[in-house]
């Protein structure tokens, strides 16, 4: 099955964000659970969480996606920063685990002049300290950053030093961003096969469980993370279409956030169906 959907907006509660989502072609959804900008979250409605599940059952749903705020930072130099990322986290793994079939994404943090090396042990104790507790989702997922400013994660082997040092490894994954990736310098329109070799090489394709499908608006290795349509950026319809239909790729969940309003999304979703090969 292909299991494809956007990036949506969790204002009007979950269930709405599902029969949206089936309004687009959609068979999954990506949403933040809190003001991506920090702040409350807002608890879960028992009545909405059941109408979620019953939809998900009844249209054929692929697992949905709860992206972490950004502006949790783990490996924030202020404690304050640092706090602030591991409550959040904790909450939103507890959130995540309520919701059926949800995984749950996070950026790795920026080292802020600290070095890659002195942030990697601050992240990996806070997913630590969060996934030590009783619920928590299927996954939780590690995003590929494209290694702007002080962000860690934009090589593979960062993200297995992370991943080497949380003790539930067998909650813990990557999810790869295709703006990211390219952005950060790895080449996924001309050797996308050896990518992909190399991330089996560092990090284990067994680890891979969920795909950003972004275009980029800048050239290989920029660092710049400005995500594209699809089709109008330097990735292109063809190098996406080898991507959707990759046989290690195929059967992951794809989540699009690429710059568009909901027609345009149905429009980009119903594009990426007609390059799916059966
Ligand atoms: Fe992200
Ligand atoms: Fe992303
Ligand atoms: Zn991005």
């Known amino acids: 099955m292909f299991v494809i959907g956007c990036h949506l907006s969790v ?9 949206t989502a089936t309004a687009i072609g959609a068979n999954t959804f990506q949403f933040f659970p809190r003001n991506p900008r920090g702040g409350a979250s807002k608890p879960l409605d028992a009545e909405d969480v059941a109408g979620l599940s ?4 009844a249209h054929d749903f692929g697992p ?21 990322a ?44 969060a996934m030590d507790q009783e619920s928590i989702p299927p996954f939780v997922l590690l995003e590929t950053m494209a290694g702007k400013g002080t962000e860690v994660g934009r090589t593979f082997e960062e993200l297995a030093a992370i991943s080497d040092r949380v003790e539930r490894k067998d909650r813990m994954g990557v999810c ?20 992909l070799d190399e991330f089996d090489r560092v990090l284990g394709l067994s680890r891979l469980h969920a795909v950003h499908l972004n275009d980029d608006k800048n050239p290989l290795g920029s660092h710049k993370d400005r995500h594209e349509k699809i089709g109008e950026g330097t990735i292109g319809t063809a190098a996406m279409a ?15 956030e690429t710059p568009n309003e909901l027609p345009e999304y149905a429009a980009e979703i119903a594009l990426l169906k007609s390059l799916r090969e059966e």
């Open 64 to 84: 949905i996606l709860c992206h972490g705020a950004y502006t949790m930072n783990g490996a924030a130099a202020k404690a304050e920063t640092r706090d602030f």
């Open 86 to 129: 591991r409550r959040a986290l904790r909450e939103d793994l507890a959130k995540a685990a309520a919701l059926p079939h949800c995984l749950y994404n996070l950026h790795p943090g920026s080292h802020v002049r600290q070095g890659t090396e002195a942030a990697i042990p601050l992240i990996a104790d806070m997913l630590n300290e």
């Open 11 to 19: 204002s009007k509660g979950y269930l709405a964000m599902a029969k």
């Open 242 to 256: 080898r991507i959707i239909n990759e046989p290690r790729l195929r059967d992951l969940p794809f989540y699009l």
């Open 54 to 57: 019953a939809w998900m059952e």
């Open 176 to 195: 790869l961003d295709t703006c990211h990736v390219y952005d950060g310098g790895y080449d996924i329109v001309e050797h996308l096969s050896d990518v």
